[in-house]
């Protein structure tokens, strides 16, 4: 069974930069698309989560709006391995990051941004 599991959740204040990790097991496909969702506090139960930044298979890499510029994902297909640099933090970024591979999540991590 597919396991993920996220690091690097921690409190910054504005304008700080955070470094995210998440390994998967060894059974990861690495043909499936890995990144990072998120979901940010007081969001009713079954809220979807909002998408951080996909890496696909290929290099390909599709970034929210609003992340753009600020975050950077990376990909180490020899590890499992997905990355999520993030810069410039702002209080609304606020949230429970969580990685995804193909159909499968982590546990998450929290960040939380405050001065």
């Known amino acids: 069974q597919v396991q993920l599991v996220e690091s690097g959740g921690d409190s910054v204040q504005p304008g700080g930069s955070l470094r995210l990790s998440c390994v998967g097991s060894?059974?990861?496909?690495?043909?499936?698309?890995m990144g990072w969702y998120r979901q940010a506090p007081g969001k009713a139960l079954g809220t979807q989560r909002e998408?951080?930044?996909?890496?696909?298979?290929?290099?390909?890499?599709i970034y929210a709006g609003t992340m753009k510029g600020r975050f950077t994902i990376s990909r180490d297909f020899a590890k499992n391995a997905v990355y999520l640099e993030m810069s410039s933090l702002k209080v609304k970024d606020t949230a429970v990051y969580y990685c995804?591979?193909?159909?499968?999540w982590g546990q998450g991590t929290q960040v939380t941004v405050s001065s």
């Open positions: 998408l951080v930044a996909v890496m696909q298979s290929g290099g390909m890499r």
């Open positions: 995804k591979e193909g159909g499968h």
């Open positions: 060894s059974d990861i496909v690495n043909s499936d698309d």
